[in-house]
């Protein structure tokens, strides 16, 4: 009865599946980017307090990459954004703000396994399909009841004006002014009604809100999020978790953010290693960097150079000097690294890196290991004993210079490690001979022929002519 019960349930989940893939009403673009949320919502992640945060706009907003499974969103990776969205000219912007927000209620009422008639936010989805762009961040770092609404007090350089749909459809908005419109959508109390209803409740205001604003024909910039997440889970619970397994079980070590310099507002240059490691003078104690905070003063970059340099508080200074130009028997531009400078101590060097360390522009470079001493990528710019000496060590090295389209995550990496290694080609070539053996071998058995004659001990001896 049991797998009866769970066959009728899969062709259900089928059916559904097999509706929602032949409606029209879903194009591949909105689909892909909406269920891309929701399966996000799904992965575990930290145990830091977050809420999320839908924005779409009627007139458009600037690319984001999709945030990956399990990262939360900082608020200076959103005040970087909404700099870049709200930069120039006036914005009407619509905060939805509710009094309490988590992702657990997108996947528990949202419909997210084919089940959309049962949905709470069909006008929340409706909004992100028919709007021109969209940016949704699963889980945003949440450091106060007002975070989001002050920022946008400091982005827009108004103060906002709290409505709702009754209010809104008798009010004179002038489009040439930046507006800040609060709506206060309320969250359940667990008495009155069910969650819910509660969210379907608001889910109909902001269908409302939407409606009176096509109809005054206003462009606007809309944010649903919330005042503080509904649910948060107690990091306590880890300690409570049974320890039968704990020999078994890796901590991992949490993943250090990459080195990034801002032109303005925009991602520029990108850095990332798990250890920038120098030694001076031929001595054996090696210096890991990485462990040091750095300051970028000095940087820059344009569409064609870029330069970061990385300033650490024990004197010592790194400048990476990159460039790019167009190559026309590719067709394409690459970029390369042309020179690692390294001073301190009263010394410098300059080693130069063009020669290995290069990648598509719109690519970044990635490296297993990155030295001047051991299968060098990095060859000092002269023939100086005192540079000789210096030892440089780049362990799971990654750049970028130019092309950051996805904001701030590195974009495809161009590894330094061929496909073909020498084991690769070494285990070819010999799967190779040893084929040609067996050929050999099952050619040479083909050519063996039976006799089609056999000599009788008890008859007379078989004559063969030598003409036969």
């Known amino acids: ?36 949320f929701f399966f996000s919502l799904l992965t575990p992640g930290s145990t830091t307090a977050q809420v999320p945060l839908l924005m779409w706009s009627s007139d458009g907003l600037p690319p984001l990459a999709p945030p990956t499974a399990g990262h939360i969103t900082s608020i200076d990776q959103l005040t970087a954004y909404l700099t870049a969205a709200f930069g120039s000219g006036p ?3 619509l ?3 509710q009094d309490k927000l988590s992702k657990e209620d997108f996947t528990v009422f949202g419909g997210v396994f084919g089940n959309k008639q049962e949905s709470a936010f069909k006008n929340l989805e ?43 459809s008798h009010l004179s908005i002038n489009a040439s002014a930046s507006n800040l419109l609060l ?15 509660a969210l379907r409740d608001n889910d109909e205001i902001i269908g409302k809100v939407q409606s009176v604003m096509k109809d005054k024909d206003v462009h606007y910039t809309a944010i649903y999020t919330g005042l503080q997440p509904s649910q948060v889970i107690p990091e306590t619970l880890e300690m409570r978790q049974p320890a039968g397994r704990t020999l078994l079980q890796s901590t991992a070590e949490p993943v250090k953010p990459p080195v990034i310099f801002y032109n303005g507002s925009t991602p520029c240059i990108m850095l990332w290693a798990e250890k920038l490691s120098v030694s001076f003078l031929g001595t054996t104690d090696w210096i890991d960097l990485v462990t040091d905070g ?40 690459w970029f390369t690294l042309d020179t690692v400078q390294l001073a301190g ?16 522009a719109e690519y970044s470079f990635h490296c297993q290991s990155v030295n001047n001493f051991q299968y060098p990528l990095l060859v000092p710019s002269e023939a100086e004993s005192a540079q000789l000496n210096w030892r440089l060590s780049f362990i799971d090295f990654q750049i970028q210079g130019f092309g950051l389209s996805n904001g701030t995550n590195f974009s495809y990496a161009s590894d330094c490690a061929g496909f073909f290694t020498a084991g690769i080609w070494m285990g070819l070539l010999t799967t190779l ?13 083909m050519q063996v022929n039976t006799m089609d004659r056999f000599d009788d001990p008890k008859g007379p001896s078989i004559s063969v002519p030598q003409t036969e």
């Open 126 to 168: 409706a909004a992100l399909q028919s709007s021109s762009s969209s940016v949704t961040l699963p889980a945003l770092e949440w450091s106060g009841s007002s975070a989001v609404l002050a920022l946008l007090q400091e982005k827009l350089g108004v103060s906002p004006l709290l409505v709702d749909a009754d209010t809104l």
């Open 183 to 197: 709506i206060s959508l309320p969250y359940c109390t667990g008495l009155q009604r069910s969650c819910k209803e």
């Open 433 to 445: 001979l040893m084929l040609l053996i067996l050929v050999y071998g099952l050619h040479m058995i």
């Open 345 to 360: 101590n009263g010394t410098a060097a300059t080693y130069l890196g063009n020669r290995d360390i290069y990648a598509p």
């Open 95 to 97: 905060l939805f703000l």
């Open 1 to 36: 009865m049991t797998v009866s019960c769970s066959a009728s349930r899969g062709q259900r989940r089928r059916k559904t599946e097999k509706k929602m893939a032949g409606s029209s009403r879903w194009s591949p673009r909105h689909t892909a980017a909406f269920f891309a």
């Open 294 to 333: 750095a300051t970028l003063t000095g940087s820059q970059c344009n569409s064609t150079n870029a330069l970061l340099v990385m300033n650490f508080p024990r004197g010592i200074t790194l400048r990476f000097a990159m460039s790019q130009r167009f190559y026309p028997v590719s067709a394409r531009n």
């Open 91 to 93: 914005h009407t912007v």
